[in-house]
């Protein structure tokens, strides 16, 4: 289906590393991360992708990466440089904030500033931030597998609450915000369930899933959450190679994806989104890719593949979507954050606004 290089690696990992043909395996690697983008519809058996690919009709176009303090920016002296990012965040501001092996890291590029969450990039209660969710009063909400906690920060970066703990939460990895609801969405992978607070007094108010195998509403290390505009739940059931919805109630509705490397399935998912039209982004590190679904499942398109270089992925995690429906997808290495735009709705409607008066737009 796609540029799998990085699905290689998942899968045969100690085989690959250990044969005496290493170097063959090596240059059949870089053969593939270096491959050009192959169409989903061109391979794999399954239906195409409902959008089209056409560079006139492209509704995805790749805007630029950051990768240092430089890229948003800032001087040379202070280099702030991603050394292994994995989750991200947006907030009104277009301040964005990336979690990056031990800390959390900011880039503002409209401001032309970067910086650190908290004091000085390190903090000893919070060494390994995962996910993370930014709330429209500028609340910031970062799981911790470290500590077991989601620390929650102010705009300004003072800590202001923790969430959870070892009795409530054991490897806590992804985080969401469902503001309508007033609910605060917890992945916990290692208990295999999401955990729900409220967000306001963030006391624990029930757990959705346990472990499973291919069964409904049953996880099998979870990674991911998101929420859409009408308060559905989209987990990321990375084990069992799928995406889960529920209701605002905790629900299961229906399925998304399945094993395979037909158009529409998972080999590695991790991170999620959802776009101002509630349609449903997921990355596949394995596929190195970003696939898009609408609300009952179908496919609408994919963008990315494997390699360096603009819309190009070696080892994607984390993304988010911002309220002008910019991605940005996190890249762990070599360490950077891509950003896409989403020419849908919001966007249309933006450029007509900005179109000179009597001019139109095209």
Known sequence: MYCCSGLIIYLFPNRLMSSSRTIAGVALLLLLLFAPVVHAAQSGGGAGPAWSDATETAKIHHLGAIRSSRDAGGGKEGTITLRKPYGVAVDLSGRMYVTDRGRIVFFHPGKKRSGFLGSGGTDAARSEPLGIAVSSDG???TADSAARKVFVHSADGKRIASVGGAEELELPCGVAVDERNGKLYVVDSRKHRVAVYGLKDYRLQRTIGSRGIKEKDKFNFPTSVAVDSRGTLYVVDTGNFRVQAFDRDGKYLRSIGGIGDA??????????AIDSEDHVYVVDAAFQNVQIFDTDGTLLYYFGTGGLGPGRFTLPAGISIDEQDRIYVVDQWPGA??????AGKKFEEQRKRSAPSGTGAR
């Open 263 to 272: 158009p529409g399935a998972f080999a590695r998912p991790k991170g999620i």
């Open 139 to 141: 609340r910031i909400f």
């Open 337 to 342: 954050v891509h950003m896409f735009q989403y």
